[in-house]
């Protein structure tokens, strides 16, 4: 039985430690895809490796590093970054565990994580988590809330207004809709005051403010001609 | 060959040897097994370096029915390091992942036209999460009035950029910007499925 167990260990083994070896690799490698150095892309993958090891999304660490090569960044500087995005990510981990949200996705975790950063208190972005919603909305109300918050609305308010959203039904698209509504209230003159205000009021009388035809520009039904993207 | 005589002698060797086959019919003396059982546990088997237990041919006797259990204990976790590493971002397409779309809209795409105004440069280019932060994968052209025009797809959702005009990372002037913590700083898009919006 003694000789079985070690057998089988020696056996398993190899298999249990190339599972854990392959991210690591596999991290490598697509930083490698995605046009980045092997030398870099082996320091960025040991923090990615990391951040997975911990239970914490890698991609947005991936996404930071390609960014920061694509930029010439100097990659000492990249691989600060990445360390406090990965700081980031698990301090916001923590917040979300210490308000009750316990086993959060990893891109719910990074959009969370990304609110933090565009100056969203912890316990409003706690309270966009717990909403009972598809996770695709939640997802979306947290790019949302920083939105609002980026346009000068006040962070409580982006938040407030993201929650009510989630918790009236409003779609994804809905969602998103919600910035270019703010954009094209303010652009009509209305402070960031009243446009939060004015956002809440839409939503307590049960319609949506869109900003559909106020900005940007018309959007072509199909693939304008000449469009210049490199295969 | 033992010799009987008639006599107290003789009755006295016939009974010892008597004794000595009953003796030899009760078995061992009391005790025997235990102390041959402590000889042999003072007795310490010869060690051998597991190195060389690995390289000695030994027997290994299996029950059949191990055989298939090991095979499905190998391939879980086989699956588990595979689960692993998809789930921490190496299962995903480089080029899909970069793209910070909203789950479940991703099939959503919007043609979203950027426009940069920048007399006497030689060259805009547009780079984002969409391109792989690589400036070589849009490039923006000239039109009257010095502004520079790219209509691209995007999936729905949040996206950040800059231009690149003359080799110099600049943010579009007329978009939100957010620190992108390299000392610069990215312009923010949110599309809708309506359509373009600016944020």
């Known amino acids: ?231 | 060959m033992t010799e009987f005589r008639d006599d107290d002698a003789g009755s006295e060797a016939l009974r010892s040897l008597a004794e000595r086959q009953r003796a030899r019919l009760r078995g061992p003396q009391p005790g025997f097994e235990d102390r041959v059982m402590a000889r042999m546990r003072e007795a310490r088997a010869p060690k051998r370096a597991p190195l060389l237990w690995i390289m000695s041919p030994s027997a290994v006797r299996v029950r059949p029915v191990w055989i298939p259990l090991a095979a499905a204990a190998l391939l879980v976790v086989w699956l588990a390091g595979s689960r692993y590493g998809a789930r921490s971002g190496s299962g995903a397409a480089p080029a899909a992942a970069a793209v910070a779309a909203v789950p479940g809209a991703r099939s959503d795409t919007v043609y979203v036209r950027f426009e940069f105004v920048a007399p006497g440069v030689q060259d805009v280019r547009l780079a984002g999460d969409f391109t792989g932060w690589r400036p070589d994968k849009v490039a923006l052209e000239r039109q009257a009035g010095n502004v520079w025009v790219a209509t691209v797809p995007l999936a729905v959702g949040e996206h950040r950029y800059q231009f690149v005009v003359d080799g110099k990372w600049l943010p579009d002037p007329r978009a939100q910007a957010v620190d992108d913590e390299f000392g610069g700083h990215n312009s923010v898009i949110v599309i809708g499925p309506n359509g373009q919006v600016r944020s």
């Not at chain 1, 490698?29 to 993958?45: H, P, T, W």
């Open chain 1, 1 to 231: 039985m003694k000789r079985l167990l070690m057998v089988s260990v020696l056996c398993l083994l190899p298999a249990a430690l190339a599972g854990q070896q392959r991210a690591a690799t596999d991290f490598r490698a697509e930083l490698i895809a995605r046009g980045v150095s092997a030398e870099f892309a082996g320091s960025a993958a040991v923090i990615a490796d990391s951040a997975a090891a911990k239970g914490l999304p890698a991609r947005p660490i991936l996404d930071k590093a390609v960014e920061g090569w694509g930029k010439q960044v100097a990659a000492a500087r990249i691989i600060v970054t990445l360390r406090e995005l990965s700081a980031r990510l698990e301090r916001t981990r923590g917040e979300l565990s210490s308000s009750g949200a316990q086993n959060v996705d990893g891109e719910t975790l990074a959009a969370a994580a990304q609110a933090r950063f565009r100056g969203i208190h912890a316990d409003n972005v706690s309270r966009i988590v717990a909403v009972q919603a598809p996770r695709a909305s939640v997802i979306a109300g947290l790019q949302v809330a920083g939105a609002l918050a980026g346009q000068g609305l006040d962070q409580g308010t982006s938040a407030r207004l993201v929650v009510e959203s989630l918790r009236r039904g409003r779609t994804v698209a809905q969602m998103l809709d919600l910035p270019a509504a703010a954009r094209a209230l303010a652009a009509a003159g209305a402070s960031t005051t009243q446009v939060g205000q004015q956002l809440l009021q839409g939503l307590d009388a049960g319609v949506t403010v869109t900003g559909r035809g106020q900005v940007g520009v018309t959007v072509p039904p199909v693939l304008p001609p000449g469009l210049p993207i490199k295969p």
